[in-house]
């Protein structure tokens, strides 16, 4: 950022004004939104080939975004490191990425595919970033989303066999009879285990798709299943 907002001395010459330079040229931000992203340049281009940026390069778990803008008052504006994104790999048309998220501050997540560890944040900082987020000051972070949807979620590792009385990722919606499809359960809860059924399509399942496709109710087609 300091890089990007440095003073430019630049030799222009207006022919408007016939003013001539040395004259200075300075980026600075204008207005500070909610989400930051800054996408590091891992790859550059040496006339051949496109190569790998490998410098590790220095990033905090705080911002602070005064430095870099042209506001007028010294209001704060701080952000927060949320996620971060990581290359891994020779080049660009190889590798894998992945990402670690701060769940609340002295909490990360690193996320490989389906694989999701806990790590601290002094090795986030010591990757090799890609793409870095940051949220202004007071976001809330993923573990207040997971807080305030936890009547709907349960927080368990799909990964693992659990106990008949643990809940699981699937919520548990009450049946609707057809009747009655317009009314829905004011909370849905996880409370069992979600029960894998094999359908095997037998004659009398055969049957009963082919009335279906003459006009046959969805009633009648369940009595003749029943039959």
Known sequence: MESFTKI??????????????????????????NVVVLHLKRFK???LVVQKVEKHVLFSLELDMLLYSNAINNEEIKYDLYAVIVHSGPSISS????????CAPNEC????????????????????????????????????YIKSYRPFLC?????????????TLIPEVNNVEDNDSHVLPDQVYCE?????????????????LNCGSHGTSVNEIKRKLKD
């Open 192 to 208: 069992d285990q979600l029960q894998v059924v094999e359908i095997k399509q037998d004659e009398k399942l055969k049957d009963a």
């Open 155 to 167: 927080l368990v590792n799909p990964t693992t066999t659990s106990d008949a009385n643990e809940p």
């Open 45 to 47: 281009y040496n006339g």
């Open 109 to 144: 997540s690193k996320f490989d595919d389906e694989k999701v560890d806990y790590v601290q944040e002094d090795l986030v900082l010591a990757e090799q970033a890609y793409i870095l987020f940051y949220t202004k000051r007071g976001t809330p972070w993923f573990s207040d």
């Open 95 to 102: 590798g894998h990425y992945y990402n670690f998220i701060r």
């Open 8 to 33: 430019e001395k630049i030799e222009f010459s207006c022919e408007r004004c016939k003013t001539q330079g040395p004259f200075e040229k300075q980026l600075l931000v204008d207005h500070s939104p």
